[in-house]
């Protein structure tokens, strides 16, 4: 056995959703639900399709690493200029890659829990310190909580908005009466992996404080709304200069032909993108008016899972709808479940029903 790092145990291993093939061949079910990693239950876009068919023929060619055509298109959404933004493997890579640049021992990073798990991971590779900071009663961030527990050591704080697992959010006016609290030398990750689902009226994306402050960074993904999750493209909003730091260790080649074709296509498509969340919003709807008529405890949404509390153990409910072809995740005490078609809305609401009975 080759030496590994001590502490390599103690890392937490990144959980995936179960895949339905895993539950087709487990159950024996021919039909499964897979409504555990918020992805967008739809295709891709028709022309998102063509467009990779056609660059497959390119792949024998390393992608461009500057990924200049999908930079100036993102830029251009956004109304900021190309170097304001940087482009990952998944948002999740470039957050990686910043616990790494921002951490290492003798420093710490802030982030709520729960929150997307990935942030706890990412900053014990960094040899970093996790500060976990429990989310208020109303599963909401607890800014002042969060605000209170940075140390001189910290690093970087995560802020999820909305969160993950519980689907909530906090206003803008919150956010930034935040990150004006926040020491200027502590980096600010805003992770809005889900901010076109959200609709509260106090919801809005940080990307103005990422423009006017070198110490914050938005983080969007081609994942959810665009449906590219397959492909793995994601990218930060920021301050030129910070993220030329940050992408001094990112491996090359991070974002594939393929994924950065796909991206530029989607991001052309803001009509379809609208329509997914006109169709994820009557879906939450249902979701969320299904639980209530149930009785069964439940976060409101602003995204497009809800953190469903079950009368029963999460861990027994999760296994119980997954006997009935229906894969959510077990988040730890809650059920975290993907809006998904109108079909699969209504099996896993039946499967609910069958379990609780
Ligand atoms: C809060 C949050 N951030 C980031 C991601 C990852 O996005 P990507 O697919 O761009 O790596 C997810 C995926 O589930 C997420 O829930």
Request: with cysteine; charged share 20%.
């Amino acid at each position: 056995m080759p030496t590994f790092r001590p502490d390599l145990a103690e890392i937490p291993v990144y959980k995936p959703g179960r895949t339905p093939e895993d539950v087709r061949r487990d159950s024996g079910l021919e039909s499964v639900a897979k409504l555990a990693s918020n992805e967008c239950p739809y295709d891709p876009f028709p022309a998102v399709v063509e467009a990779v068919g056609r660059a497959a023929a390119s792949v024998n060619r390393y992608p461009d690493n500057g990924t200049h055509a999908l930079r100036a298109a993102v830029a251009a959404f956004l109304d900021v200029q190309p170097d304001q933004i940087w482009l990952g493997g998944g948002s999740n890579e470039l957050m990686f890659v910043t616990a790494l640049a921002v951490g290492g021992p003798g420093t710490s990073a802030v982030y709520a829990d729960p929150s997307f798990g990935l942030y706890r991971i990412a900053t014990q590779v960094a040899l970093a310190d996790g500060i976990e900071v429990p989310l208020d009663a109303d599963h909401r961030h607890d800014l002042e909580a969060m605000l209170a527990a940075i140390r001189p050591d910290t690093s970087v704080v995560y802020l999820c908005n909305p969160n993950n697992p519980t689907g909530t959010h906090v206003g803008a006016d919150q956010v930034t009466a935040f990150v004006e609290a926040v020491p200027p030398d502590m980096l600010v990750v805003i992770d809005e992996a889900y901010y076109e689902f959200a609709t509260a009226p106090d919801f809005a994306s940080a990307l103005p404080l990422a423009r006017q402050r070198e110490n914050v960074v938005v983080a969007h993904t081609f994942s959810k709304a665009y449906g590219l999750a397959g492909l793995r493209v994601g990218y930060f909003a920021g301050s030129a200069a910070t993220l030329a730091q940050l992408r001094r260790i990112q491996l090359p080649f991070s974002v594939s032909t393929l994924a950065q074709v796909a991206a530029l296509e989607a991001i052309k498509h803001q009509d379809l993108v609208a329509e997914r969340m006109a169709a994820n919003q009557t879906g939450l709807m249902a979701v969320e008016a299904g639980l209530r008529d149930r009785g069964i405890a439940f976060a409101a949404s602003q995204t497009n899972f809800v953190y469903v509390r079950p009368p029963i153990g999460a861990a027994e409910c999760f296994e119980a709808l997954q006997e009935r072809g229906v894969i959510v995740r077990d988040v730890g005490g809650a059920v975290r479940v993907t809006v998904g078609t109108v079909e699969e809305n209504q099996r896993m609401l039946e499967a609910l029903d069958a379990v609780l009975a």
